[in-house]
């Protein structure tokens, strides 16, 4: 019997914190099965989702990051664009890509905030492999 492949992508940024959906997703998907992909940041994951989607390797992609306000740039722009660039590459390929990227409206990066953060994103990871079973059971009873 033959296991679906999912591909994981984290991007580097606040990577204490986004590294915590991976443990999530492989909560209830064996890591075995995950190849894990990092990037520099989000801007980045649509491109990579969209190659990883297109090679047919994978049932599903997921990808997280944590877009912030940082003070020089707009992240709710950036934000935008990622999921967008997410939601692309999985129409264009055929393939589900599911964003676990996540903007919160006011952060701080403080102990209390990090630690918030952390634990909703293995939430958002456990959320991110739900979602990948269930739409690759779904696919496959289609496809039956």
Not at 109 to 135: P, Q, S
Request: aromatic share 10%; net charge negative; with cysteine.
């Amino acid at each position: 019997m033959t296991h679906t492949r999912y591909a994981f992508i984290k991007a580097n940024w606040h990577s204490d914190i986004v590294d915590q959906a991976l443990a999530g997703f492989c909560e209830l998907i064996p890591t075995e099965l995950v190849d894990v992909f990092d990037v520099p940041g989000a801007f980045e994951m649509p491109l990579v989702a969209r190659d990883l989607a297109a090679s047919g390797r994978y049932g599903a992609v997921a990808a997280a990051a944590f877009v912030v306000d940082g003070g020089i740039y707009r992240h709710d722009f950036v934000a935008q664009a990622v999921v967008d660039g997410l939601m692309r590459a999985s129409m264009d390929t055929g393939v589900p890509v599911l964003s676990v990227s996540l903007t919160p409206h006011h952060y701080q990066e403080t102990d209390h905030h990090n630690e918030i953060y952390r634990a909703h994103f293995v939430e958002k990871g456990r959320e991110a492999a739900k979602a990948a079973l269930m739409i690759s059971k779904t696919r496959a009873s289609l496809a039956a």
